[in-house]
């Protein structure tokens, strides 16, 4: 048995693995009681959230938006915050509800169709798919089978438009599992400030007595050592009560081998090693002038087989009517997302194919000042977006394994992999994160 006397342990009551959001919400909570020690793998905190300035505006090539706000709990808790301390709010902007949106997907033939004329279509899909019963996943179908199973091929082409919602192509996305997730999701909120905000915000709330927060520091392997765990890494070891783990699901897959060095539950070894990794690029275009159609709102464009939402969420911001945006926001899903991100320099001369359809003819196309690229899928502490379910998986095996955790209690999971209700989602994170802690603390 280890003796947590002896260097080179160090003997906080939790560890916690990861300073994204929800480690630093697990943190929280777990500090206003216990000592609590967070390893951070990078060298900065905040995760997969990445803001940056540009000029007089902030980007962000992370997490952007707050889902479903109505039942948001991370966004009530920041407004409430807000508040409570007269400070001034944050620049968000409300952006749709699923009663109004509508985006219009343009094919590489020139048909154009909307996201609305499908919405009822993904119900009767709903509807369909859930007479199947628990085993829905053995008779699982990709939405890409379901639209041209049911549906007519201009109506059944605007399903393409989520792929930059899921990460994931429409060949790969589930029939089963997709419709859930991407209706009646409620009012998004943007947010312009950048979401470092977020992580300020879940920062100032640590008690920094009982919090050591240590970057650089990735884990190398964790072990169960009764009556605690051991957790080696790049800042020493550790012997502490309870580990909390918030890496992507995505590290977990490529560190499973080695990371834990203790049997983990076969359902839970499941869940890492069959989980499905979203890759969605993020392309922030900063232009010298406006080139296309006013009214753009959000376009998905399709070009040989691949698709790339493009959105003009910035005209929003735009300081009087005589404002005009010269940015263009990019999301590009599955294999050529990832190409980009591997090579930054391929972005622009890509999404110029895709653009074409929104160019204002008077004007023509124009080359970008500023082309900024998002790193998720090639920095090795993220690997890709956020998780996400393919043709034949579900969200039971998903993310049940991860939410229950592993050596009575003493091995626990966080992150936007480990909740049904927000998942892939900021709000996600946070309230996994909330929930973790919540278990130590009624150990």
């Not at 369909?128 to 699982?140: M, R, V």
């Not at 918030?246 to 897959?253: E, I, Y």
């Not at 002038?289 to 070009?303: A, D, P, S």
Request: proline share 5%; charged share 20%.
């Amino acid at each position: 048995m280890v003796d947590p006397c002896k260097e080179p342990y160090r003997n906080p009551s939790v560890v916690v693995v990861g300073a994204g959001i929800a480690g630093l919400s697990a943190a929280v909570k777990l500090s206003q009681k216990c000592k609590v020690v967070v390893l951070e793998a990078q060298n900065q905190i905040g995760g997969r959230i990445s803001s940056f300035q540009s000029g007089n505006r902030t980007y962000d090539l992370g997490a952007s938006w707050f889902h479903d706000i109505d039942n948001n709990q991370l966004y009530s808790d920041i407004q409430e915050s807000i508040l409570s301390s007269g400070r001034k709010p944050w620049p968000l902007e409300i952006d749709h509800t699923d009663e109004n949106y509508e985006m219009n997907v343009i094919a590489d033939d020139g048909s154009v169709s909307t996201v609305q004329d499908v919405s009822e279509k993904l119900k009767c899909a709903e509807n369909i798919l859930e007479t199947i019963g628990d085993d829905a996943s053995e008779f699982d179908m990709s939405l890409e089978e379901y639209a041209h199973t049911y549906l007519q091929p201009v109506v059944g082409i605007a399903l393409r438009a989520y792929e930059s919602y899921v990460g994931l192509l429409w060949s790969q996305m589930s029939a089963v599992e997709t419709p859930p997730t991407l209706l009646d999701h409620g009012t998004d909120a943007f947010q312009f400030g950048g979401n470092e905000l977020v992580i300020d915000f879940l920062k100032s709330k640590l008690n920094s007595a009982n919090t050591e927060l240590i970057l650089n520091a990735p884990v190398t392997s964790i072990s169960n050592s009764e009556p605690g765990i051991t957790v080696s890494s790049a800042a020493g070891q550790f012997f502490c009560k309870h580990v909390i783990v918030t890496a992507p699901l995505a590290v977990l897959q490529k560190a499973k081998p080695s990371l834990f060095a203790s049997p983990i539950p076969e359902p839970l070894e499941n869940a890492i090693t069959n989980a499905t990794i979203a890759v969605l690029a993020k392309v922030v275009l900063e232009f010298p002038k406006r080139f296309w159609r006013k009214g753009l709102g959000r376009v998905c464009c399709i070009y040989k087989n691949a698709s790339v939402m493009f959105s003009c969420i910035y005209d929003t911001q735009t300081e009087n009517e005589h404002s005009v945006n010269k940015t263009l926001l990019a999301f590009v899903p599955g294999p050529l997302g990832a190409s980009i991100e591997r090579d930054h320099a391929s972005a622009w001369p890509e999404l110029k194919q895709f653009i074409k359809p929104l160019v204002d003819s008077e004007v023509g196309i124009v080359d970008p000042q500023q082309v900024h690229v998002s790193s998720w899928s090639k920095n090795e502490y993220i690997r890709g977006a956020y998780s996400s379910l393919s043709k034949g998986q579900n969200m039971r095996d998903l993310v049940l394994p991860m939410m229950q955790g592993a050596w009575d209690d003493k091995l626990l999971f966080a992150g936007e992999h480990c909740t049904i209700q927000g998942i892939g989602c900021m709000d996600g994170a946070y309230v996994s994160g909330i929930s973790a802690a919540e278990k130590v603390l009624n150990d």
